[in-house]
């Protein structure tokens, strides 16, 4: 049963990691906490979360498999496919964070153990194996063993670290990635159990450094992703990010039939977005199959003789493939494309009735601009 009870919180902590609605400031966390902007960073991103009675526990510790699922979401791949996974005798396939640790396994950020190892995914991970794990995620020179006694010569257990600690902790120093405690006195302490804090901390530097050097693997998964689809021409590219300015006009369809005749204001209207949107470089902004909702902005019935209908849409957040739900405002009018004598019968005797099916595109205009990941999809504001 405490095993069951174990596994359901991870569960919950793992499904907490997905929604986009997140809590990002704790009342353990106040603001003068030297983690505080690390924390709220990386909860606004999903990266960790909090508890269920609104707090953090900054000084809680982390286990591996808890590690290895952030460590992922910090890199933005919680969604490689992994082809051949590793088996371990403490773990299986229903395990809350199987996939997570697959992927960790995969992009080498944990060393592969041998054939039929514990993984124990319950056990605190270390400051060693924490510090690791993030210099494994990058593409780094290599150092000699003098070289990284030279950098953490202020630490006072450096003298003690094991010759692949000794090299990873001075890699990490090099970087400027290890974690001291203001105040406290300078020790790398490589089998004491990180704390949350200290593991939001880690992965924030570890997120810095990738986008600069990542390891090979991460390297080709971090590329900006291309695609076919419907371009959005005054789009920017800067860096790894692509900016959609207002006034740029997305293509949606509507999952359910709406009519000038029989909608009302306010009514809530579900679409998505028909095809990717990308930038003229062929870069993917917005996916395919990415979900809107918005509401009936103005209707007005179309009555012979009297006025042609009116139907227009607001649409008000958007959920990426990536589950995140962000804001995404934008307008729409439904109009019926018509030739030279169907726009002069419409404008002489009106009366024209708007129906939009499932399937049908509407046009929406952006009315602010986004901002997006085009490595992975993530809306940044």
Known sequence: MKKFLIGLIALLTASLMQVSAVQTSFPDVPSDHWASAQIKELSEKSVVVGYPDGTFKPDDNVTRAEF????????GQEHTKVIQPVNFTDIDRD???YDMIQRALYFELISCPESGKPFRPDDPVSHEE??????????????????????????????????????AAGKAEILDMNVHIPNTVYKLNPKTPATR????????????????????????????????????PKTTVKGSFGIIPAGSVIPITVSSPVSS??????????????????????YILIYQDTDLQGRVKNVEIGKWFVRNG????????????????????????????????????????????????????????????????????????
């Open 310 to 381: 009116v139907l227009e849409f607001s649409n008000e957040t958007m959920t990426t493939l990536n589950d995140q739900r962000v804001v995404l405002l934008g307008d729409g009018n439904v109009v019926v494309n018509k030739n030279w004598f169907m726009k002069f019968i419409r404008k002489v005797f009106k009366g024209e009735k708007l129906n939009v099916k499932p399937g049908d595109v509407v046009m929406i205009k952006l009315t602010q601009p986004l901002k997006i990941d085009l490595t992975n999809g993530w809306i940044i504001e």
């Open 95 to 97: 395990f809350w964070a």
């Open 197 to 232: 804090a200290e593991i939001t901390v880690l992965l924030k530097n570890m997120m810095e450094q990738a986008k600069l050097n990542p390891n090979r693997k991460l390297a080709e998964a971090m590329r900006k992703k291309t695609g076919t689809g419907y371009v959005i």
């Open 130 to 167: 924490a510090v690791t794990v993030i210099v494994n995620a990058l593409t780094t020179g290599e150092i000699t063993a003098q070289r990284a006694k030279e950098v953490l010569y202020k630490y006072q257990d450096v003298n003690s670290l094991s010759p692949e600690f000794l090299i």
């Open 68 to 75: 290895a699922s952030m460590a992922i979401w910090a890199l």
């Open 261 to 282: 005749q029989t909608a009302e204001r306010g009514q809530i209207v579900m679409a998505r977005v028909p095809m990717n949107c990308i930038t003229p470089e062929k």
